[in-house]
C-alpha cells in the first residue's frame, strides 16, 4: 500500500456506517489527591480525597470512540442498566457522537463499570491503586436477548459493518450470548455485504461466518487441546509456529479472514490467498498499549468497509494503534490524519 492508496481509503470513512455491538462499560477514573490524605475517625482508615472524577465509554465504548476519531458514523448496540453508571455512559457515548438509540435500558441489569482509583503525588505523577469491578453475574435474560436482536435486524439494513465486542469473561452474562452469537453467524451470511468482525476474550473460537481479530494467547486458547496451556505466555505476543497454526485453524473454522495480531511483531492474515504478515509500525520511547487492539479493530473495520483488502485493512489496523500508544496514561485515539501522519513517518 502507498500513500495515495491509503488516503483513497480513509478518505471513504466519514460516509461509512458501522455498528459496535456488544458489552459496553463505564471507565470511571478516580483522581486521589494524597496529600489530601484524611483519617477516617470511625474506623481510623486513611480516607482517600477525590479531587476530580473522569468517565469514558470502555470496553466496546473504546472502539466507538475510535471509530467517531476516524470520523466514521457509529451506532450502539448493547444491554446497559437504568442506573447512575447508565447514566454516565449514555452522557459518555453522546459527548463523542455516538447514536445510542440501539442501546438496551433494563432497571435488571447493571452496567458494567471499572473504577479506577489514581493516586496522585505532590510531583503530578499517577499510580493506579487496585480496580472496583461492576459486572452481571446471572445471564442475560432471554428477553433481553430478544431486544439486541430485533435492534440488529432493524439496524443492519443501513449499516456498513459490524464490531462484535465480547468483552465479559463470564459465558451468557454479558451481551454476547450462545444465542446471540448463533444469530450474528445467520446475519452475516444473509448480508454478504456487511463486514462482520468479532473480538472476543474468552470465545473467539466459537464464532463461525464472521471475520476474527483475536491475539495470539486468544487464539491459542481456543484452538490448543487441553492441558497445553503452558505455551501460552510465551508465545503471546510472538510469531510462534503454534500462534500461526492457531490463526490458520481458526480461519478454518470461521470461514472468513482472521487478523492475528502479534504486538510489535504486527498482525498475520488468514484469507483465501493464504497467510500475509503486515508488519506493526515502529515506535520509540515510553508507549501505552491500553485500547490499542481496539484502535486496530477499528482501523481494521472501517478500512473493510471503504474498500481495502484484509492486508491493507490490516495495516490501517497497525497504524491506529502506532498512533495511540504513543499516548500515554490514556486510552488513546487516531484521527485520520494522525494515521497519514504515521505513515509518512514510518521508519
Same mark, same amino acid.
Given at each position: 500500500?502507498?500513500?495515495?492508496?491509503?488516503?483513497?481509503?480513509?478518505?471513504?470513512?466519514?460516509?461509512?456506517?458501522?455498528?459496535?455491538?456488544?458489552?459496553?462499560?463505564?471507565?470511571?477514573?478516580?483522581?486521589?489527591?494524597?496529600?489530601?490524605?484524611? %483519617?477516617?475517625?470511625?474506623?481510623?482508615?486513611?480516607?482517600?480525597?477525590?479531587?476530580?472524577?473522569?468517565?469514558?465509554?470502555?470496553?466496546?465504548?473504546?472502539?466507538?470512540?475510535?471509530?467517531?476519531?476516524?470520523?466514521?458514523?457509529?451506532?450502539?448496540?448493547? /444491554? %446497559?442498566?437504568?442506573?447512575?453508571?447508565?447514566?454516565?455512559?449514555?452522557?459518555?457515548?453522546?459527548?463523542?457522537?455516538?447514536?445510542?438509540?440501539?442501546?438496551?435500558?433494563?432497571?435488571?441489569?447493571?452496567?458494567?463499570?471499572?473504577?479506577?482509583?489514581?493516586?496522585?503525588?505532590?510531583?503530578?505523577?499517577?499510580?493506579?491503586?487496585?480496580?472496583?469491578?461492576?459486572?452481571?453475574?446471572?445471564?442475560?435474560?432471554?428477553?433481553?436477548?430478544?431486544?439486541?436482536? *430485533?435492534?440488529?435486524?432493524?439496524?443492519?439494513?443501513? %449499516?456498513?459493518?459490524?464490531?462484535?465486542?465480547?468483552?465479559?469473561?463470564?459465558?451468557?452474562?454479558?451481551?454476547?450470548?450462545?444465542?446471540?452469537?448463533? *444469530?450474528?453467524?445467520?446475519?452475516?451470511?444473509?448480508?454478504?455485504? /456487511?463486514?462482520?468482525?468479532?473480538?472476543?476474550?474468552?470465545?473467539?473460537?466459537?464464532?463461525?461466518?464472521?471475520?476474527?481479530?483475536?491475539?495470539?494467547?486468544?487464539?491459542?486458547?481456543?484452538?490448543?487441546?487441553?492441558?497445553?496451556?503452558?505455551?501460552?505466555?510465551?508465545?503471546?505476543?510472538?510469531?510462534?509456529?503454534?500462534?500461526?497454526?492457531?490463526?490458520?485453524?481458526?480461519?478454518?473454522?470461521?470461514?472468513?479472514?482472521?487478523?492475528?495480531?502479534?504486538?510489535?511483531?504486527?498482525?498475520?492474515?488468514?484469507?483465501?490467498?493464504?497467510?500475509?504478515?503486515?508488519?506493526?509500525?515502529?515506535?520509540?520511547?515510553?508507549?501505552?498499549?491500553?485500547?490499542?487492539?481496539?484502535?486496530?479493530?477499528?482501523?481494521?473495520?472501517?478500512?473493510?468497509?471503504?474498500?481495502?483488502?484484509?492486508?491493507?485493512?490490516?495495516?490501517?489496523?497497525?497504524?491506529?494503534?502506532?498512533?495511540?500508544?504513543?499516548?500515554?496514561?490514556?486510552?488513546?485515539?487516531?484521527?485520520?490524519?494522525?494515521?497519514?501522519?504515521?505513515?509518512?513517518?514510518?521508519?
Amino acid at each position: 500500500m502507498n500513500l495515495d492508496r491509503l488516503r483513497a481509503i480513509l478518505d471513504r470513512f466519514p460516509g461509512l456506517n458501522i455498528l459496535v455491538l456488544g458489552d459496553f462499560f463505564l471507565d470511571r477514573y478516580l483522581i486521589i489527591e494524597h496529600a489530601l490524605a484524611e %483519617i477516617s475517625l470511625e474506623t481510623g482508615l486513611e480516607a482517600y480525597q477525590v479531587v476530580k472524577v473522569r468517565c469514558s465509554p470502555g470496553a466496546a465504548g473504546t472502539v466507538t470512540s475510535n471509530l467517531r476519531a476516524m470520523e466514521v458514523n457509529v451506532w450502539a448496540l448493547g /444491554v %446497559i442498566g437504568d442506573d447512575g453508571e447508565g447514566f454516565e455512559l449514555l452522557r459518555a457515548l453522546r459527548n463523542t457522537g455516538v447514536d445510542v438509540s440501539g442501546l438496551v435500558v433494563r432497571s435488571d441489569r447493571v452496567t458494567p463499570t471499572y473504577t479506577k482509583p489514581l493516586l496522585q503525588e505532590q510531583d503530578g505523577t499517577q499510580r493506579e491503586l487496585n480496580r472496583l469491578d461492576i459486572k452481571n453475574r446471572s445471564p442475560l435474560p432471554p428477553d433481553a436477548e430478544d431486544q439486541v436482536l *430485533e435492534r440488529l435486524r432493524s439496524l443492519l439494513p443501513r %449499516i456498513d459493518g459490524v464490531v462484535v465486542a465480547d468483552q465479559v469473561p463470564e459465558a451468557d452474562c454479558g451481551v454476547i450470548t450462545e444465542r446471540v452469537r448463533a *444469530e450474528i453467524g445467520a446475519l452475516a451470511r444473509a448480508y454478504p455485504k /456487511v463486514v462482520f468482525v468479532a473480538d472476543s476474550r474468552e470465545r473467539i473460537g466459537l464464532f463461525r461466518d464472521v471475520m476474527l481479530k483475536p491475539n495470539a494467547r486468544e487464539a491459542l486458547r481456543a484452538t490448543c487441546p487441553a492441558g497445553q496451556e503452558e505455551v501460552l505466555p510465551a508465545a503471546e505476543s510472538a510469531v510462534s509456529s503454534a500462534a500461526l497454526a492457531s490463526g490458520a485453524e481458526l480461519y478454518r473454522r470461521a470461514g472468513r479472514p482472521v487478523f492475528l495480531t502479534l504486538g510489535a511483531a504486527g498482525i498475520a492474515v488468514f484469507d483465501e490467498d493464504g497467510l500475509a504478515q503486515v508488519p506493526s509500525v515502529p515506535v520509540s520511547g515510553p508507549v501505552d498499549i491500553v485500547g490499542a487492539g481496539d484502535a486496530t479493530m477499528a482501523g481494521i473495520c472501517s478500512a473493510l468497509c471503504a474498500g481495502a483488502t484484509a492486508p491493507e485493512a490490516a495495516q490501517a489496523g497497525c497504524l491506529a494503534a502506532a498512533v495511540t500508544i504513543r499516548q500515554i496514561g490514556t486510552t488513546g485515539t487516531a484521527s485520520r490524519a494522525q494515521i497519514l501522519d504515521c505513515w509518512q513517518r514510518r521508519g
